[in-house]
């Protein structure tokens, strides 16, 4: 299969009509004989930017000519552009073949620093163009060979081999939808070679998902090498499922479990499928409806003890937590230190879960240190094995549902490959989409240093150029409001700073956690959460009242779609797809919102998709709008009604699997909202924001959470189009009344 990927030659006479001129189009002109495009350009241009077309080319050609050395000056100017120039290009691959190309110059002009990252040094008149394209050619061949993963390597040649298909999937290589004319539409959208590459596991020569075999099982390996882990397993569909399989290969029904109560929901869906009994650690949270970390002490052995021991389900005599599972990094960014953690619970807790699937990232830079699971030189728990669950679509550059499962063996135990591999098989689809899987192999590959080192570097450099450029418009703004990025006070003035720049530290009125132990939380700082006028850190209700859905609705009809959107806050993710281009479209965005609402436009001119769908609010100003939700918040004090919500006592009154069993088996009823005090729910009831559940299956409601929803229910009645989603919460219309409930346990 042909790849577009040229060789670059830079000459300041690529397009001069000297013999310089002619000479090096010549070369330009048998090297394309040889079948690679070549692009053509006569100066560095930015650095920094050009070296990243490295992603693009099969190797550069680099001109030093004659004019170059005529004094010493312009000497020292060619030089020093020229090691700036391969210094970029090695800082992010230090395998493209760069050749320098020049007429009298030699070796001995080229200081050692910049000899030593050459591939070969090319005379204009020594040989002949041709002879010289071959040399170039083989060369930057044997780099693109180089590049493709195990897996990828065999899918990209299944797909070019032109076998005929007699096996599933049924459009038989794309070719069922060519005889349709809606099918002709998907075959041109989608393309001949991802429907090529989408096949069933009964292809040999691609290994077998399932059973981690051939080039599936290499690319495993492969991956497991590069992110520094003993085993490493993709998943096709996503880190819940991940989780999941994790919980089954190590939880049974009755064993005791310690969970973080900010945690995915799929792992308490793990707890309702294993039959476990969760005992959860309770993390802090600020008046911005931000989730902080647990605190260290909560990790104590007399701190997990009390809670066992207080239990009604915890039975026998067997109290050992089997696992613990932990969020890393929380929504906003919170992580924590690995190696405190792992220090304070070896052997205490047979198995260690780390769910990072928004932090795959951290163990490809320096500056997230010991803040995650599995790294170079970590050292290996005694007892305790370590898991890690890693979102590869989030974070890296996986295709939608790409996921891996990181395991770090202990010193006592290693993982039983075939044993855990009976919970993999119980949640695997026996059909993989085989170009996800391709994705989580690329995704590995594109993380071998220094390249990866590069692209995460790369990213937290942008995020805090945004952060930078947001403060620098706060300040020129004066006393006139503006959005804040939630972080430390301390911003380094240039470049990434430092990790300690970033830690979390006891009483910081910033973060709004209170007391914390020292050293053991950080801030991952391509988390940006940006915080709305209208609420301070303390819940305290300031003027002006911006919230947060309002904006956000604002930059989506501006084509800005952010993560996630809470009261007065918004989040956005500095992942390695982000460009300087992207977030500075964002700031001016919020300057035109800020522009908008100052003058109070109508929403109609603002908002006009929006306004289409709820006519209402045609006639209605931006500032009005903002006012009329802020002084609602105000008047409920809800920012304070969600801390307290999330952090009150939850009382269990059955087993989850109990709980969800007696939904199976229908022996519910739907309880409206007012009647929900006291009673046992048997779903989980997840608001959005955060998307973290309140209640799981067999908890009862309490007071605090049914003045939450009665909250929801009349906000939502007041401001369609800005309604609080909640799963679980059921709505029906009753006697032409909408109204909510929730199936809780007879």
């Known amino acids: 299969m042909r790849f577009r990927f040229p060789v670059v030659i830079i000459d300041e006479d690529f397009r001069s009509e000297n013999a310089s001129g002619l000479g090096v189009r010549a070369l330009a002109k048998a090297i394309e004989e040889e079948g690679i495009e070549v692009l053509g350009v006569t100066s560095y241009g930015d650095l920094s930017s050009f070296a990243q077309q490295q992603s693009r080319a099969s190797a550069f050609i680099l001109s030093i000519d004659d004019e170059q050395f005529s004094s010493p000056e312009d000497t020292d100017k060619a030089i020093s552009e020229l090691r700036a120039f391969v210094a970029e290009i090695r800082f992010r691959n230090v395998d493209i073949p760069i050749f320098l190309y020049g007429e009298t110059r030699t070796s001995r002009h080229i200081p050692n620093d910049v000899l030593r990252e050459l591939h070969g040094f090319i005379h204009m008149f020594e040989d002949t163009p041709e002879f010289i394209a071959r040399y170039v050619a083989r060369e930057a061949r044997a780099y693109l060979e180089s590049l493709p993963p195990p897996f990828f390597r065999a899918l990209t040649h299944y797909a070019a081999d032109g076998s005929y298909s007699w096996h599933c999937p049924g ?69 819940s499922t991940s989780n999941k399989i994790v919980w089954h290969s190590c939880v049974a029904p009755g064993d005791v479990v310690l969970v973080d109560r900010n945690c995915h929901k799929s792992i308490l869906h793990a707890i309702t499928m294993t039959g476990a009994i969760p005992v959860f650690l309770m993390p802090t949270r600020n008046h911005y409806g931000i989730i902080g970390p647990i605190p260290l002490e909560e990790f104590s052995e007399e701190s997990v003890r009390r809670k066992i021991e207080a239990n ?262 500095f992942t390695i797809g982000i460009t300087k281009g992207r977030w500075n479209s964002l700031l001016t965005e919020l300057q035109q919102f800020k522009d908008d609402f100052d003058r109070n436009q109508p929403l109609w001119r603002v908002l006009p998709e929006f306004v289409q769908r709820h006519p209402r609010y045609e006639r209605v100003g931006l500032r009005d709008l903002c006012t009329s939700i802020h002084d609602v918040y105000r008047r409920n004090d809800v920012a304070r009604l969600t801390t307290e919500m999330y952090l009150s006592s939850m009382e269990p009154a059955m087993k989850p699997a109990d709980a969800f069993a007696r939904m199976a088996h229908r022996e519910i009823e739907r309880v409206a909202v007012d009647q929900l005090e006291g009673r046992a729910t048997a779903v989980l009831l997840t608001p959005y924001p955060p998307g973290i559940p309140l209640l799981i299956p067999g908890e009862r409601f309490n007071t605090t959470i049914v003045r939450y929803l009665q909250f929801a229910r009349e906000f939502n009645s007041t401001f369609p189009g800005f309604e609080t989603e909640i799963h679980g919460l059921v709505d029906e219309v009753v006697d032409g009344e909408l109204r909510y409930f929730v199936d809780c346990v007879r």
């Open 171 to 239: 459009h038989s290589g794309g070719v069922a939808f060519l005889k349709s004319p809606v099918g002709q539409m998907f075959h041109q959208f989608f393309g001949e070679n991802l429907l090529r590459a989408d096949v069933c596991n009964s292809v040999d020569e691609l290994g077998a998902l399932l059973d981690h075999t051939g080039p599936v099982a290499a690319s495993e390996r492969n991956a497991a090498r590069i992110c520094h882990a003993d085993h490493l397993f993709f998943v096709t569909n996503g880190t």
């Open 312 to 573: 009604p389900f915890v039975r026998g005599e067997n109290k050992k937590p089997r696992i613990l599972t932990l969020t890393q990094s929380t929504y906003d960014g919170v992580v924590y230190n690995v190696e405190t953690l792992k220090q304070r619970l070896d052997g205490r807790v047979d198995t260690l879960l780390f769910d990072e699937a928004w932090l795959p990232h951290a163990a490809f830079h320096d500056f997230y240190g010991d803040y995650h699971a599995i790294g170079a030189d970590r050292p290996r728990c005694r007892e305790s094995m370590i898991f890690s669950t890693q979102s590869t679509h989030k974070l890296l550059a996986g295709l939608s549902q790409a996921s891996q499962i990181l395991v770090q063996d202990s010193d006592m135990r290693a993982l039983d490959r075939d044993m855990f591999n009976e919970a993999y098989l119980m949640h695997t689809s026996t059909s993989p989409q085989y170009a996800i899987i391709a994705s989580c192999d690329v995704a590995a590959a594109m993380m071998e240093p220094p390249g990866g080192t590069a692209l995460v570097e790369e990213s937290i450099l942008e995020a805090l150029d945004f952060r930078r450029a947001m403060r620098k418009v706060d300040e020129e703004y004066g006393e006139a409001w503006w959005f804040k990025v939630w972080g430390p006070d301390y911003l380094a003035s240039e470049g990434i700073g430092e990790r300690e720049d970033w830690v979390l530290r006891s009483g910081d009125r910033w973060h709004g956690f209170g007391d914390l132990a020292e050293g053991f939380n950080m801030l991952d700082p391509i988390k940006a959460t940006v915080i709305t006028p209208g609420l301070a850190v303390d819940g305290a209700f300031t003027e002006p009242g911006i919230p947060a859905a309002i904006v956000t609705k604002y930059l989506s009809e501006h084509g800005i779609i952010v993560e996630k959107t809470g009261l007065y806050s918004f989040f956005i993710m």
